[in-house]
């Protein structure tokens, strides 16, 4: 099977890592409805033509999972008259503290000590497995709120789009009914989308960006396998973390199916 690719690319000047949901297949033969539902880094950059263009898509609401500490480092969203915004807060899983500090607060001098030798991309590893068994509440509420009918279009970001919002949108695909592989392939696309931030990042004369950073700057394969991993070592399948891990009720998935599928 090729890999998922996006059927309709959507660009803005300063929202990174935005995409439609749609378009991808479930096992049974249904299709994931576009312009329904959206994944993006944060919005607090938009430009003006950026707002007016999430306006025209008709977002009723966005779901924001920063916490407060990424709110003041990205800004505020900017968001089109009449969205509501919705915030499920969580930090970064990874170690005590979350990660943003952890690379803020490193002295160059320290970077091998912290990152160097594999440590970096354990910690993103660590942190795929920690939003499955540790960030059960917000996404829980997310799903939730999602189910209900008037929740769509809706939008979900976190700070890059491509962690708390990858496992967010895979959770969606999941529920959904689409298989795992596709998954995986909406989940790599932040590669795509953000590379152009990573490169700046590398090419910017900061060692440090480029030599012990850059697992946090992309994702990979071992990280959304390692959340897959850790819903079923702990709950066995999809269908127990769905309703026992999330409490998401039958009717609320038959209603997600109802409105995201065609």
């Given amino acids: 099977m ?11 000047e300063r929202i990174a890592n935005f995409r439609d949901l749609g378009g991808h297949t479930t096992r049974d033969g249904a299709r994931v409805r576009s312009n329904h539902l959206f ?21 009723r609401r966005v779901f924001d999972f920063r916490t407060l ?45 912290v990152f160097g030798n594999g440590r970096a991309a ?8 920690g939003l499955v ?22 939008l979900f970001h976190c ?32 590669n795509q989308n953000i590379g152009g931030i990573r490169e700046r990042l590398e090419n910017s004369g900061d060692a440090k960006w480029g030599k012990y950073l850059r697992p946090f700057l992309e994702v990979r394969r071992e990280y959304i396998e390692a959340s897959f991993s850790a819903m079923h070592e702990d709950w066995g399948t999809f269908d127990r973390y769905l309703t026992e891990g999330l409490s998401i009720s ?10 995201l599928l065609e």
């Fill in 2 to 12: 090729s890999p998922f690719r996006e059927p309709h690319p959507v660009r803005f």
């Fill in 39 to 59: 994944r993006s880094g944060h919005l607090g950059h938009a430009s003006d033509a950026d707002v007016e263009r999430l306006a025209s898509l008709g977002i």
């Fill in 69 to 113: 500490a990424d709110i003041d480092s990205d800004g505020a969203d900017r968001l089109p008259g009449g969205t509501r915004h919705h915030r499920l807060p969580m930090p970064d899983p990874a170690a005590a503290d979350d990660l943003r500090s952890i690379i803020q607060g490193t002295n160059p001098n320290e970077m091998e000590k």
């Fill in 122 to 129: 354990a910690m993103m590893v660590d942190s795929a497995a």
């Fill in 133 to 154: 068994r540790e960030r059960r509440e917000p996404y829980a509420e997310f799903l939730a709120e999602l189910a209900q009918p008037e929740a769509l279009p809706a």
């Fill in 159 to 190: 700070s890059a789009g491509k962690d708390r919002a990858g496992w967010a949108g895979s959770l969606v695909l999941l529920a959904l009914g689409v298989d795992e592989e596709q998954i995986i392939d909406q989940y790599m696309l932040s």
């Fill in 250 to 259: 039958h009717p609320q998935r038959t209603q997600l199916r109802e409105s």
